[in-house]
């Protein structure tokens, strides 16, 4: 005999309903490359550092034991520059170098690490170990330090994976917050027009960061956001501070809102070294010839 129809209970009807708000969706093609790149998302850490002049060496040895920690943590390095005169600055030169001793410099450092983990857990493991403390014993040969991690929207690439390709260059921006909002507003900003870049402008602008700081690790700079995008050429660098975009919206905001300074360092200063070399000794053998 068939079984009688027996009208479902009205708590099976909500529980049907609920089931129906969470429903999962096949995912779609954008949904997919978010996901990827949360995924492969890493934390930026920025580092700077004011070395003393008079203990300069020394400076620079205690900034290489400290790189030396990142890569034992399975951390990478993406870019370490200590030599300021192959900076381009763009904007904030008075942040970077004090006009006079009435009006501080807010950025005066001279060495710039950019590094990443995996993980903003990571990061900390790195900082608290043991290998961190015995370095930081010796600071004092330091004038400043200042180590801030950051959300960052891609993964981080190690220098040393980079010598033969990729990009050469990273503008940075380092923001001080006179207005909290409109900074984050501006960060927002700054990644959807670097996002649009390829398509807006023809260069690739590839985005690292774009955000206000996660964490506070040595606070001797007024560090509070920072944006950061790696380019091929100084060329396409130019392309993007010099869109009608970056001019007209982004430069604006950032100077009514933020004490920044806007500068792009190479990723490989060796190589600058060897141009800089190359260039006077072909000036040296144009005069020889004349």
Not at 76 to 82: A, E, G, I, K, W
Not at 211 to 233: D, K, Q, T, Y
Request: charged residues 25%; negative net charge; proline residues 6%.
């Amino acid at each position: 005999s068939s079984v009688p129809h027996r009208p479902s209970p009205p708590w099976f009807k909500r529980a049907l309903a609920v089931v129906g708000m969470f429903t999962i969706k096949p995912p779609t093609p954008t949904d997919i490359q978010v996901a990827e790149a949360d995924v492969q998302a890493h934390t930026f850490v920025v580092c700077l550092f004011r070395v003393h002049e008079n203990l300069r060496d020394k400076g620079l040895a205690f900034i290489s034991r400290l790189e030396e920690t990142i890569r034992r943590r399975k951390g990478f390095v993406q870019l370490r520059s200590d030599k300021p005169k192959f900076w381009k600055i763009y904007d904030g030169k008075d942040h970077n170098v004090e006009p006079h001793h009435l009006d501080p410099a807010v950025f005066d450092f001279t060495s710039i690490l950019l590094a990443g983990f995996p993980t903003f857990e990571e990061v900390h493991t790195w900082w608290s170990s043991d290998e961190v403390f015995e370095v930081l014993k010796g600071r004092d040969v330091i004038e400043k330090i200042g180590i801030f991690p950051i959300d960052g929207l891609q993964h981080c690439t190690d220098c040393q994976a980079m010598k033969g390709f990729g990009d050469r260059f990273v503008l940075f921006e380092f923001l001080k917050m006179l207005k909290f909002q409109p900074v984050q507003q501006y960060v927002d900003d700054y990644k959807r027009f670097g996002a649009n870049a390829l398509k807006d402008l023809g260069v690739n602008c590839n985005l690292l960061c774009s955000e206000g700081i996660c964490g506070v690790l040595m606070n001797e700079f007024p560090l509070e956001a920072c944006c950061a995008s790696s380019w091929r050429s100084d060329t396409e660098a130019n392309v993007w501070t010099d869109s009608d975009n970056y001019q007209m919206h982004l430069i604006p905001s950032r100077q009514k809102y933020a004490k920044t300074f806007v500068v792009l360092v190479p990723i490989f200063e060796d190589k600058m070294e060897q141009l800089v070399f190359d260039t006077k000794s072909s000036g040296t053998m144009t005069r020889l010839k004349g």
